[in-house]
C-alpha cells in the first residue's frame, strides 16, 4: 500500500450508489458498468496501471507521470510502519469474517454480532490512534493525510476521510493522486458536484493517467442531473461528454477490455441526433447502432474468455433487434452458449420473435 492509493473498502464492505434526483445511477440496469466503474473507483493505483501508449507516444516511463512519496524522506519511513500495521489489521479482521462466515451461527459458543462488530472497531481505533499520532508530529505532511484518508473511508467514516484529503490537497495542490481519491469520495457519499472540478484538477496534473478519466466519465454518465448542472448542458450533451471521456481512456489504454466494455455500454444512453423526417430519423438509428457495435465489437475483440465474449454477444443482438437486423439478431444469439446468459438469452429471442412478426418478417 502507498500513500497514494486509491481509496479501498475495508473488511469486504461495499456500499452500490443509491438513486439521487429521482434517477438511478445507471440506464437499464448496466450492472457490469456499476461493477466496473466501484472496481476502478476504488482500485490501486500503482505506476503499473500507466498505459503502454504513453511510453511509445510520449517518450518516458510511465511512473515519471504517478504521484509517489520520496522514500528517502524520515517521515515516509514512520509513515511505512504505520501502513503496515494497517495492512496486518486489515488482514487480520478479513480473516475473522471469512472464520465467522464458516461457523455455525445457531452455536451457543457463537460470538453475538454486538460483540464481533466492536472487536473489529477496538482492532481500527488501535490503528486510528496510530495515524492521529503519526500527523500530529508531522501535520503537513499530505502522503500521511492521504493514507489516513483511505484507513478512514474503508472503516465508513468518509466525512473525516474527505476533511483529511481536503487538508492534503491544499497542503500538496499539485498531486493528482490526492484530487482523485477526493473526487472518489464526493462521487461516493457526495456532493457529486464537487467530484467533477476534482476528477478535472486530477487528469489536468496528469493527462496521461487514464484512471482519472475513466473516474470522470464515469461519474458524469451515471449522475446526469448532477452533471447537467455543473456543466450546463442537456442530458444528451452529458452523454456525448461521457463518450468523448472515456474515447481519451480507450485511447491511452487501448488493449483495456474493461475500459472498451463500459465505453459501448455508454452508447445505450445516447439518443439519435434529431431529424425533421422519418427518413433522417432512420438514419440517424441506424448512423448510432453503428457506432454502439463498433464499440462492443473492440470490446469483443480484447475479451479474453468464453462468458465476456457470450455476452458481448448478447449486447450485439440487442442493437440488430433494435434497428431490424434480424438475421444477424438471430446470428448472435446462436453464438451464446455460456450457462450464465442463456436465461437473457431467451428472453431476447422472445423479444426478437416479437419484433420480427410486427415487422411481418
Known amino acids: ?43 490501486t493505483n500503482s505506476p503499473a496501471a500507466m498505459s503502454n501508449y504513453v511510453v511509445g507516444k510520449v517518450g518516458v516511463p510511465p511512473s515519471a507521470f504517478v504521484s509517489k512519496p520520496d522514500t528517502s524522506d524520515p517521515r515516509y519511513v514512520e509513515l511505512q510502519k504505520v501502513m503496515e500495521a494497517d ?70 467514516n468518509e466525512e473525516d476521510a474527505i476533511a483529511q484529503l481536503e487538508k492534503a490537497s491544499e497542503i500538496s495542490p499539485k498531486d493528482p493522486a490526492v484530487w482523485n481519491n477526493l473526487a472518489n469520495l464526493y462521487g461516493h457519499v457526495g456532493p457529486i458536484q464537487k467530484a467533477f472540478p476534482a476528477y478535472e484538477k486530477a487528469v489536468e496534473l496528469n493527462p496521461y493517467e487514464p484512471v482519472y478519466r475513466y473516474n470522470l466519465a464515469t461519474v458524469v454518465f451515471l449522475f446526469r442531473k448532477d452533471a447537467m448542472e455543473y456543466y450546463r448542458c442537456d442530458e444528451q450533451q452529458v452523454f456525448n461528454r461521457a463518450l468523448a471521456t472515456y474515447r481519451e481512456v480507450r485511447r491511452l489504454r487501448p488493449h483495456n477490455f474493461r475500459y472498451a466494455f463500459d465505453y459501448a455500454q455508454t452508447y445505450y444512453g445516447v439518443k439519435p441526433a434529431p431529424a425533421d423526417t422519418s427518413e433522417g430519423k432512420r438514419l440517424a438509428e441506424l448512423k448510432l447502432a453503428e457506432a454502439a457495435r463498433a464499440g462492443w465489437l473492440e470490446a469483443l475483440a480484447l475479451a479474453d474468455n468464453e462468458e465476456d465474449r457470450n455476452g458481448i454477444f448478447l449486447h450485439l443482438a440487442r442493437w440488430n433487434i433494435r434497428t431490424g437486423d434480424f438475421a444477424s439478431a438471430r446470428t448472435n444469439l446462436t453464438l451464446v452458449t455460456n450457462e450464465v446468459h442463456l436465461e437473457m438469452r431467451k428472453r431476447l429471442e422472445r423479444n426478437l420473435v416479437e419484433k420480427s412478426g410486427e415487422s411481418g418478417k
Open 1 to 43: 500500500m502507498t500513500p497514494g492509493e486509491l481509496l479501498r473498502l475495508r473488511a469486504g464492505r461495499i456500499e452500490i450508489p443509491v438513486e439521487r434526483n429521482g434517477e438511478s445511477p445507471s440506464l437499464t440496469l448496466m450492472s457490469d458498468l456499476l461493477v466496473g466503474a466501484l472496481s476502478v473507483l476504488l482500485a
Open 87 to 156: 495492512d496486518a489489521a486489515d488482514a487480520e479482521i478479513n480473516r475473522w469474517i471469512t472464520e465467522r462466515r464458516a461457523m455455525d451461527p445457531t452455536d451457543p459458543r457463537a460470538e453475538s454480532e454486538l460483540a464481533f462488530r466492536r472487536r473489529i472497531e477496538v482492532k481500527n481505533e488501535e490503528i486510528q490512534k496510530q495515524y492521529e499520532a503519526l500527523l500530529a508530529k508531522h501535520p503537513t505532511y499530505a502522503p500521511a493525510r492521504n493514507a489516513f484518508a483511505s484507513f478512514l473511508a474503508e472503516s465508513g
